[in-house]
């Protein structure tokens, strides 16, 4: 066998090769089967080999692959955009394709910065978000992103965007406190985060909708999402909705900002957009913000070279008729039904498990060595990257999620195609992780009691 010539996350570790996959399974080349429970990074909505998507794929190939934006539109990128906006929440009359969820945050950085100059606030450059929170890799993406596990790679080059404190119950609601109340204080610090940085230079916030690799699925109590609205009304801030991991079905409706009708000025998509298929991204945008580009002459910001080609939108039309045709959100409500009281049972039987969250089909979990304190293990102990390897070991795939000191979190996101006895199987599985995981637990706690 001849030496990789691949760079991989760490040189050194092997890595199995995936070879194929059927449904919301992944075989290896040593024909090992994994269950899919996560969707990859969350991606494969709609699982693997869907011939009906490559073919959709291999019959636009034959046609046209590739056309540039600035010399011609395309029939897929037209149609695309109208299904789109047409799903999404009212006023976002307005799409943008890109190749990433990173690209897409990048886009909405340049429109917002854009939208204030062509309004005469050059001043506005600043994109505030909160400081757990992931919104791509770029340098722009990044410095939104307060995820430290992954900002070092630019060092200083990096702006100190994630400013705001996170919404986050289990770990900062008070004693006593109800959702309710606990959303308004969550939504004024946000406030006072954007008034202490002067809202006269912010263009913009961000958030994800449920907070994902950051935090595990974290879910902000109802009413804190209408309050930022409200915020950002009445600073003359843009808002936006990071929806790459919790867009196009992934928590039961096609968009998450659904659940409380608010709507933002922009909203990202991307990952299950294409379902994996092909690398998609998308920017929504509210009507007022091209009408703006529109009454200035001025042109949209850049994008890239493969921005709206026509091979990765026919890709995405085929995966969103799928997902109308197979009435997958209404699977997404049901399978999270069953996978979520899984859930609860697991947890009454491994009591490190805490915290169990979620929507639709994504849903996840902390692990604590105690749930009076909510003690969490040492960072060192990498709880989360500790369980994803029992579970790759039991053919299972989860998700690490969590930044140090809470790098201890894990994500259940498996294809929103899956069935009942799929669902159960991944329970099961689960279940011997957790005994598994139950014996670390014990030995990290007994350190902890002892330091």
Same mark, same amino acid.
């Given at each position: 066998?001849?030496?990789?010539?691949? #760079?991989?996350?760490?040189?050194?570790?092997?890595?199995?090769?995936?070879?194929?996959?059927?449904?919301?399974?992944?075989?290896?080349?040593?024909?090992?089967?994994?269950?899919?429970?996560?969707?990859? +990074?969350?991606? +494969?909505?709609?699982?693997?080999?869907?011939?009906?998507?490559?073919?959709?794929?291999?019959?636009?190939?034959k046609? #046209?692959?590739?056309?540039?934006? @600035?010399?011609?539109?395309?029939?897929p990128?037209?149609? /695309?955009?109208?299904?789109?906006?047409?799903?999404?929440?009212?006023?976002?009359?307005?799409?943008?394709?890109?190749?990433?969820?990173?690209? +897409?945050?990048?886009f909405?950085?340049?429109?917002? /910065?854009?939208?204030?100059?062509?309004?005469?606030?050059?001043?506005?450059?600043?994109v505030?978000?909160?400081?757990?929170?992931?919104?791509?890799?770029?340098?722009?993406?990044?410095?939104?992103?307060?995820?430290?596990?992954?900002r070092?790679?630019?060092?200083?080059? /990096?702006?100190?965007?994630? $400013?705001?404190?996170?919404?986050?119950?289990?770990?900062?609601?008070?004693?006593?406190?109800?959702?309710?109340?606990?959303?308004?204080?969550?939504?004024?610090?946000?406030?006072?985060? &954007?008034?202490?940085?002067?809202?006269?230079?912010?263009?913009?916030?961000?958030?994800?909708?449920?907070?994902? +690799?950051?935090?595990?699925?974290? $879910?902000?109590?109802?009413?804190?999402?209408?309050?930022?609205?409200?915020?950002?009304?009445?600073?003359?801030?843009?808002?936006?909705?990071?929806?790459? &991991?919790?867009? $196009?079905?992934?928590?039961?409706?096609?968009?998450?900002?659904?659940d409380?009708?608010?709507?933002?000025?922009?909203? #990202?998509?991307?990952?299950?957009?294409?379902?994996?298929?092909?690398?998609?991204?998308?920017? /929504?945008?509210?009507?007022?913000?091209?009408?703006?580009?529109?009454?200035?002459?001025?042109?949209?910001?850049?994008?890239?070279?493969?921005?709206?080609?026509?091979?990765?939108a026919?890709?995405?039309?085929? $995966?969103?008729?799928?997902l109308?045709?197979?009435?997958?959100?209404?699977?997404?409500?049901?399978?999270g039904?069953?996978?979520?009281a899984?859930?609860?049972c697991?947890?009454?039987?491994?009591?490190?498990?805490?915290?169990?969250?979620?929507?639709?089909?994504?849903?996840?979990?902390?692990?604590?060595?105690?749930?009076?304190?909510?003690?969490v293990?040492?960072?060192?102990?990498?709880?989360?990257?500790?369980?994803?390897?029992?579970?790759?070991?039991?053919?299972?795939?989860?998700?690490?999620?969590?930044?140090?000191?809470?790098?201890?979190? @894990?994500?259940?996101?498996?294809?929103? @195609?899956?069935?009942v006895?799929?669902?159960?199987?991944?329970?099961?599985?689960?279940?011997?992780?957790?005994?598994e995981?139950?014996?670390?637990m014990?030995?990290?706690?007994?350190?902890?009691?002892?330091?």
């Amino acid at each position: 066998m001849l030496k990789s010539a691949l #760079l991989k996350p760490y040189p050194n570790r092997h890595y199995p090769s995936a070879s194929y996959g059927k449904g919301v399974f992944i075989y290896d080349s040593a024909g090992n089967q994994y269950l899919d429970g996560s969707s990859g +990074a969350m991606t +494969a909505n709609i699982g693997h080999g869907v011939s009906e998507i490559s073919e959709a794929i291999a019959a636009q190939a034959k046609r #046209l692959a590739f056309s540039y934006r @600035t010399q011609f539109t395309n029939e897929p990128a037209e149609e /695309l955009a109208a299904k789109l906006t047409a799903l999404a929440p009212k006023n976002l009359d307005w799409a943008f394709f890109v190749n990433s969820g990173s690209e +897409a945050s990048e886009f909405a950085i340049r429109a917002a /910065l854009g939208h204030w100059r062509a309004q005469g606030k050059p001043r506005k450059t600043k994109v505030l978000s909160r400081r757990n929170s992931y919104h791509g890799m770029t340098m722009g993406a990044l410095s939104m992103s307060g995820h430290q596990g992954r900002r070092p790679d630019y060092g200083p080059l /990096l702006h100190t965007f994630p $400013v705001a404190p996170p919404a986050y119950a289990y770990r900062f609601a008070n004693i006593g406190e109800s959702e309710q109340e606990y959303a308004k204080r969550a939504a004024s610090e946000f406030e006072q985060a &954007i008034i202490n940085q002067d809202p006269e230079t912010v263009a913009a916030i961000i958030v994800e909708p449920i907070v994902g +690799a950051a935090g595990g699925a974290i $879910v902000p109590p109802q009413g804190y999402l209408p309050e930022l609205r409200e915020i950002c009304d009445r600073h003359n801030v843009l808002l936006i909705f990071d929806e790459v &991991i919790t867009g $196009v079905g992934r928590t039961g409706d096609w968009f998450a900002c659904f659940d409380e009708q608010v709507v933002p000025d922009m909203l #990202l998509a991307g990952k299950g957009l294409s379902a994996g298929y092909s690398p998609v991204g998308a920017v /929504l945008l509210h009507q007022h913000m091209v009408a703006a580009l529109q009454e200035k002459n001025m042109s949209a910001p850049f994008g890239h070279t493969f921005s709206g080609n026509p091979l990765g939108a026919a890709a995405c039309l085929a $995966v969103l008729e799928l997902l109308e045709r197979d009435s997958v959100l209404d699977n997404v409500v049901e399978r999270g039904k069953q996978l979520h009281a899984g859930l609860q049972c697991l947890a009454e039987k491994y009591s490190f498990m805490a915290d169990i969250r979620g929507r639709g089909l994504l849903w996840g979990f902390e692990f604590v060595l105690d749930q009076a304190t909510k003690l969490v293990p040492a960072p060192e102990h990498d709880a989360a990257g500790n369980f994803v390897q029992k579970c790759f070991e039991q053919g299972l795939i989860v998700y690490p999620a969590g930044i140090k000191p809470l790098n201890n979190a @894990t994500i259940i996101s498996p294809p929103m @195609t899956i069935g009942v006895e799929e669902v159960e199987l991944l329970l099961r599985k689960l279940d011997i992780a957790l005994a598994e995981m139950e014996q670390d637990m014990r030995a990290w706690q007994l350190v902890a009691t002892n330091s």
